[in-house]
């Protein structure tokens, strides 16, 4: 359900510019992934505590918005590019994504292997530097070829 909201979210692309919103996607995505490692641990005897379901609404809505991000990224890099190399930058961004996937799972591992939060900030960091990244990238809205 949060991907397919994160995908609705993509219809904001058309009103304020696919640049604008793929940085605050971006930037929302680190935001949450930052309050979720500073929020404190759940109880011990497995009983859910309101952090727990603060953890649970906040997780949600950062799959969400990256979500929207990712689905973002492939609409900003096929209007970004021009149609002969599209198809290769679209193979390229979307090889990024599936070894951010594979790696993932085993930076999740650390939460239990070094410090709780640490998958969080690991996360929230390399959203973080995206949309520092893409802060540098043209306008799509605005290139023309």
């Given at each position: 359900l949060a991907e397919l909201a994160g995908i609705a979210l993509c219809h904001l692309n058309?009103?304020?510019g696919r640049r604008r919103m793929m940085i605050t996607f971006l930037v929302s995505s680190t935001v949450i992934c930052l309050a979720v490692a500073f929020l404190p641990g759940s109880s011990s005897n497995g009983s859910l505590t309101w952090?727990?379901?603060l953890k649970i609404i906040f997780a949600s809505i950062g799959k969400m918005v990256v979500s929207a991000a990712f689905m973002s990224c492939y609409v900003y890099c096929s209007t970004l590019f021009p149609a002969?190399?599209?198809t290769t930058a679209l193979l390229?961004?979307?090889n990024l994504g599936g070894i951010?996937?594979?790696i993932s799972p085993q930076i999740n591992l650390l939460q239990t292997l070094v410090w709780a939060p640490l998958p969080y900030f690991i996360f929230g960091s390399s959203a973080l530097l995206a949309s520092i990244f893409v802060i540098f990238l043209p306008d799509p809205d605005k290139?023309?070829?």
């Open positions: 058309d009103k304020f952090t727990a379901i002969n190399i599209r390229f961004s979307s951010g996937s594979v290139v023309k070829f």
